[in-house]
């Protein structure tokens, strides 16, 4: 499997459409976050699954239990191939939201935002590095009975060697060179891969290019050599 999943990060269902278009037989599924999904709802994810690739529904639940487990069961029509919760919303709401979710979708949580350094971590009254806390959050998310979980490049070796058959989602994904914008702990596609990344979400650096298909080719390309590892 193409283990390439485009952000499509816009509120236009017509420019989404297109760019799912332009990327199919580049890229192996769509990542649909809050700016689409508020603007769109489920007929917007509807018409992007029109496209037969599978649709990553990145909505980053965060609620109590009983919340969360009747927003996901609200959002099985959809089907999505993956579906996002918090991490941070305990163990009850992680295991709320794996238990409402269809059999085919993988649930992963959110460890620590790519957006987030240790200095942000202390603003939140958390101690100690982005990757303490990855490890503290994959112990809970694995234990809770979800199917994996989503922390940035410099983590995901760390995560994979203590949940070996984990689901590692990675965003904050950057070939070299590219910017950063508000994207704090990036490593590039190869060392996600490299490092133990089941997926790679990658948004800007394609859907920003002149010609996003030849982006995503392009990155495609350089991990082809990699790709024994694109079944985990
Ligand atoms: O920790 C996280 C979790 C989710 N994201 C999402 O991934 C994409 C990244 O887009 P880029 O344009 O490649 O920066 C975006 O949709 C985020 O909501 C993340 O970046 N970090």
């Known amino acids: 499997?193409?283990?390439?999943?485009?952000?499509?990060d816009t509120t236009d269902v017509h420019r989404a459409a297109a760019l799912a278009r332009d990327l199919t037989?580049?890229?192996?599924?769509?990542?649909?976050?809050?700016?689409?999904?508020?603007?769109?709802g489920h007929e917007g994810v509807l018409r992007l699954a029109e496209r037969e690739l599978p649709v990553f529904l990145d909505l980053k639940l965060h609620d109590i239990p009983n919340t969360v487990g009747k927003a996901v069961r609200a959002l099985a029509?959809?089907?999505?191939?993956?579906?996002?919760v918090h991490a941070a919303g305990g163990r009850a709401m992680l295991a709320a939201a794996?238990?409402?979710?269809?059999?085919?979708?993988?649930?992963?949580?959110?460890?620590?935002?790519?957006?987030?350094?240790r200095s942000d971590l202390a603003d939140c009254g958390i101690g100690g590095s982005p990757v303490e806390q990855v490890e503290r959050l994959t112990a809970l998310a694995k234990s809770a009975g979800v199917d994996g979980i989503v922390c940035s490049g410099a983590e995901v070796a760390a995560a994979r060697a203590a949940w070996p058959?984990?689901?590692?989602?990675?965003?904050?994904?950057?070939?070299?060179?590219?910017?950063?914008?508000?994207?704090?702990?990036?490593?590039?596609?190869?060392?996600?891969?490299?490092d133990g990344a089941s997926i790679l979400v990658i948004g800007r650096p394609i859907t920003g290019a002149?010609?996003?298909?030849?982006?995503?080719?392009?990155?495609?390309?350089?991990l082809r050599r990699a790709a024994d590892q694109w079944d985990k």
Not at 98 to 117: I, Q, R, Y
Not at 169 to 193: F, M, N, W
Not at 210 to 215: H, K, L, N, S
Request: glycine fraction near 10%; charged fraction near 20%; hydrophobic fraction near 45%.
């Open 25 to 40: 037989g580049a890229i192996g599924g769509v990542k649909l976050g809050l700016e689409f999904f508020c603007a769109n």
């Open 98 to 117: 794996k238990e409402a979710a269809p059999a085919g979708t993988k649930v992963v949580a959110v460890t620590v935002l790519t957006s987030l350094d």
């Open 1 to 8: 499997m193409n283990p390439i999943f485009v952000a499509i």
């Open 165 to 194: 058959d984990g689901f590692f989602v990675v965003p904050g994904i950057r070939p070299d060179g590219a910017e950063t914008a508000d994207q704090k702990r990036v490593v590039t596609p190869r060392q996600a891969l490299d």
């Open 77 to 84: 029509p959809l089907e999505p191939a993956i579906l996002t």
């Open 210 to 222: 002149t010609r996003p298909g030849e982006a995503a080719s392009e990155i495609a390309a350089s």
